[in-house]
């Protein structure tokens, strides 16, 4: 007994507006694109014998074939025109970046750096990450862009590594709304653990030049 799962896109590809509009709808089992509707070619095209079972039989549907080669009027033209009326088609926000470290393990050397990319559109995003001005690749983690369901999208990227002192991090984002990629940069003292240590030795060695300078008035005045 195993899982089977059933799913299918719609596809809208643009080029030049809507001068040429391609339309596909594909069925896919177990992630696997058995069989799709190509608006380029009019019919089904099959990928798989699954697939080949399925397209013989609607590309002989008519009325099927008729539905399907509407909707790159139907739909995507349709739709195109609620994007561009919404001001959705051509929008460019930059991203905000922000890095934090994910956790401080006492028993390993291990840390877990995270890149947040949030409030950019369009989608399309590529995330770098560098230590001392080499990318990292191997230890490198990342969800796919998020729909805020705002007209924005977020992603998070991590980097799995060893921090030592003078350690150099950059997330370096490349974004159509960018003019060039923006890079932020990290250094392990400015971590929130690394600035509740500074303050707190701060704060002990405030305390501590008190008490000596009170121990010293009690001793002055004891010998007076």
């Given at each position: ?13 643009f080029i030049?507006?809507t001068?040429r ?7 896919i089992y177990?992630?696997e694109?058995?069989?799709y ?13 699954f ?18 080669r ?6 995507c033209?349709?739709n195109?025109?609620?994007a561009?009326?919404?001001g ?7 991203p905000?970046i ?10 390993t050397?291990?840390h877990m750096l ?11 995003i590529?995330?770098?990450w ?10 490198v983690?990342?969800t796919?862009?998020h ?5 924005s999208?977020?992603?998070v990227?991590?980097l799995?590594?060893?921090?030592q002192?003078?350690?150099t ?9 960018l ?15 690394a ?9 002990g ?20």
């Open positions: 007994v195993g899982d089977f799962v059933e799913s299918g896109t719609n596809e809208c590809h030049n507006g001068q509009v391609r339309f596909l709808d594909r069925y177990n992630q694109n058995d069989v509707f190509d608006s380029d070619v009019g019919y089904f095209v099959w990928n798989n014998e697939g080949k079972i399925d397209a013989d039989i609607w590309n002989k549907d008519k009325d099927l074939l008729a539905q399907e509407s909707s790159v009027e139907r739909f033209i349709y195109y025109g609620v561009e009326a919404s959705a088609i051509g929008r460019r926000v930059e905000s922000k890095i934090s470290l994910m956790n401080e393990p006492s028993h050397q291990q995270v890149c947040n990319v949030f409030n950019f559109y369009p989608p399309e590529e995330v770098k560098y230590r001392n001005g080499q990318e990292e690749t191997a230890q983690q990342f796919e862009p729909h805020n369901g705002d007209w999208y977020q992603i990227v991590m799995e590594t060893e921090i002192r003078d350690d991090f950059t997330c370096e984002v490349h974004h159509r709304s003019e060039a990629p923006h890079q932020v940069h990290w250094h392990p003292q400015s971590s929130d653990a600035k509740n240590k500074m303050a707190t030795g701060i704060v060695f405030v305390l501590g030049v008190v008490f000596l300078i009170v121990g010293a008035v009690i001793y002055l005045r004891g010998r007076k």
